[in-house]
């Protein structure tokens, strides 16, 4: 069973840091991760897919890297701003999980200014 | 569409009743999916379906628990004698295909059992 963990689950930072969150998984079959945000009381938006096949992805101030065989992503956020403030959610696709995404239980981030 | 559209936004009903829950998909996206979100927790998968292919129920906690999609496109979440634990927010995600294609998540259904 693939089983999805990030660490750390809450982060508070103050603005104009960089900042690494985590996310490891346990079965590297995998066909992408992608790497969502979720504001309070709202849906999730997707930020970032890597590909399995792919190392890295970058977006704006956001990177994405991916190690797949030792079950590992992580997601930079450079020069952090308060908008910034939100739970970030990494999901894997497939594995032996069939066909769903199996999300991760999520960081809270805060961006003080 | 430009985004998945979910109906209703907020949803309020007494114990027992059934309630349905709509889903919109990107225009074209074969593959959708229903998550549940419940207060404090991560997400739940719940039913998957791709194109014409046999939906994957794996993730439905009870039989009270039903999907079905229309047409290849629009699906409805059914909740029978919806119980207090039901009370969740429901998303829906939509993607072009299978495994490999980036998800995109509707901004969800909030469930209230009382």
């Known amino acids: 069973k693939q089983e999805v963990t990030q660490i750390p689950a809450a982060l508070s930072v103050p603005e104009g840091e960089n900042l690494v969150l985590n996310c490891s998984f346990t079965?590297?079959?995998?066909?992408?991760l992608q790497w969502f945000r979720q504001d309070p009381g709202k849906g999730l938006t997707s930020l970032l897919l890597?590909?399995?096949?792919?190392r890295e992805q970058t977006s704006g101030r956001l990177n994405a890297s991916l190690d797949k065989s030792s079950g590992r992503s992580t997601l930079y956020i450079a020069a952090s701003q308060p908008g910034d403030s939100a739970t970030y959610l990494c999901?894997?696709?497939?594995?032996?999980?069939?066909?769903?995404?199996?999300f991760g239980g999520g960081t809270r981030l805060m961006v003080k200014p | 569409g430009a985004g998945v559209s979910q109906s209703p936004s907020n949803k309020v009903t007494e114990k027992g009743k059934d309630v349905e829950l709509r889903c919109d998909p990107i225009?074209?996206?074969?593959?959708l999916y229903w998550y549940r979100q419940s207060l404090g927790q991560g997400l739940e998968f719940l039913i998957y379906?791709?194109?014409?292919?046999?939906?994957?129920k794996s993730g439905l906690p009870s039989d009270r628990f039903s999907a079905e999609r229309t047409g290849g496109s629009v699906s409805t979440l059914t909740i029978q004698r919806t119980q207090q634990e039901d009370s969740a927010v429901y998303l829906c995600?939509?993607?072009?295909?299978?495994?490999?294609?980036?998800?995109?998540f509707g901004q969800g259904t909030r469930l209230t059992v009382v």
């Open positions: 995600a939509s993607s072009r295909s299978g495994g490999g294609t980036e998800a995109f």
């Open positions: 079965d590297s079959a995998i066909y992408n």
């Open positions: 890597i590909q399995s096949s792919q």
């Open positions: 999901a894997v696709h497939r594995g032996n999980a069939g066909n769903m995404l199996t």
């Open positions: 225009s074209g996206h074969t593959a």
């Open positions: 379906f791709q194109g014409n292919s046999a939906p994957d």
